[in-house]
């Protein structure tokens, strides 16, 4: 790995000492530096690294009028032994490029990416915070350039990665409602994509949602209203019986969230329950609450990592689900993950990366 490619310019005067790195708002510190790319004339170019600021836009960027805009959400933590590191870093490369192909954008080579991203982690790791639950969250975004309005595929694309440290995200359990009208994504559509829009599209029932004292919507499928999907951030589990069940990510309307794939390697290696990624309504899991067999629900997620569900209501139907302490299968994955990122237990799959530090360069 080198840093030929990236023109490095640093800051003068590092913004650490402002932030308190124990007591962290999620997505409100950013870190000293970012990572800029050029899509121009059929290539990416002008690879860079430069003081976290503003960039300055033109009113008729095509990003903000049509919405090709695509982005990441992974982070960097540090271990026990204080070695910065990454989660599946090559996972995120993949899904931002599958992002791109969907919304007509070009894909960034993987190689550069990684190379991007341990250069400029590597010049910002003392902002990973050392505390457990806390990381170093990276955002990569990907968006239209050309200063155009029509309605076109945009002819030039800016990347840019930049980052900031935070907390755990929740500090409770869950609420959830199960949302009989409004849709997050239909076959054919983008909800695979990690695409502003999506988000966007959320907002107002994530909104009505909050209005009612709860967190988060469990969104149900676009043709019955019936099969659950996943909720805001996170992909979704239940626990029934004996099985573990998630909706498979088969059909395009799912985010192939890759806490959801770890959690499913978790389970399968380590566990005897039964895992299965099928079609699950939100009448089985009704049933499964009468009957008392559904045991617990949980949502996987980077910027969660595990979020415990309390309660889930669908319609007049308000089912309560009580916290299953160490029993929780949620919660054996969350410190699996934690522990694994801490150095403390074997990486048998492979998904801890370790940051290669930057050459220091005094003319940088
Ligand atoms: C809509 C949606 N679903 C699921 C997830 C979870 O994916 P991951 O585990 O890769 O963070 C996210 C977060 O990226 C998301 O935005």
């Not at 200063?147 to 929740?170: H, M």
Request: hydrophobic fraction near 40%; proline fraction near 6%.
């Amino acid at each position: 790995m080198t840093m030929d490619n990236i023109a490095i310019s640093r800051t003068t005067k590092s913004r650490l000492a402002e932030v308190d790195l124990s007591n962290l708002k999620f997505g409100r510190h950013f870190s000293d530096h970012m990572f800029l790319a050029d899509y121009v004339d059929g290539e990416w170019r002008d690879f860079r690294i430069e003081p976290f600021g503003y960039i300055p836009m033109h009113p008729s960027l095509m990003a903000l009028h049509y919405g090709q805009s695509i982005f990441e959400g992974m982070k960097a933590s540090k271990n026990v032994e204080g070695q910065a590191l990454f989660f599946r870093p090559e996972m995120h490369a993949k899904r931002l490029n599958r992002s791109a192909e969907r919304m007509c954008m070009p894909t960034f080579p993987e190689e550069m990416f990684l190379e991007a991203l341990h250069t400029l982690i590597g010049m910002d790791s003392d902002w990973i915070p050392p505390h457990e639950g806390s990381a170093l969250y990276i955002r990569p975004l990907m968006y239209a350039a050309d200063e155009f309005l029509g309605v076109k595929p945009s002819d030039n694309y800016r990347l840019l990665i930049f980052s900031g440290p935070v907390g755990p995200y929740y500090s409770k359990r869950i609420q959830l409602w199960a949302e009989p009208y409004y849709i997050r994504a239909a076959p054919g559509g983008v909800g695979a994509a990690k695409t502003a829009g999506n988000y966007a599209a959320a907002m107002l029932p994530s909104k009505l949602a909050k209005e009612n004292g709860y967190d988060q919507v469990l969104w149900l499928d676009a043709i019955h209203h019936k099969y659950v999907q996943e909720v805001g951030t996170m992909n979704i589990f239940f626990v029934i019986g004996d099985s573990i069940i998630t909706p498979p990510v088969t059909e395009d309307t799912i985010l192939h969230g890759i806490t959801r794939d770890s959690v499913l390697h978790i389970l399968r290696e380590e566990t005897d329950y039964k895992v299965e990624e099928r079609p699950l309504s939100i009448d089985e899991i009704v049933e499964a609450y009468r009957s008392g067999e559904l045991k617990e629900c949980f949502g996987s997620g980077t910027a969660a990592v595990i979020g415990d569900v309390e309660r889930i209501t669908y319609g007049e139907i308000d089912m309560r689900l009580p916290s299953r302490g160490e029993e929780s299968v949620g919660v054996f994955c969350k410190n699996y993950l934690n522990r694994l990122r801490a150095g403390l237990i074997e990486d048998k799959f492979n998904w801890i990366v370790p940051v290669e530090m930057p050459e220091l360069n005094p003319a940088g």
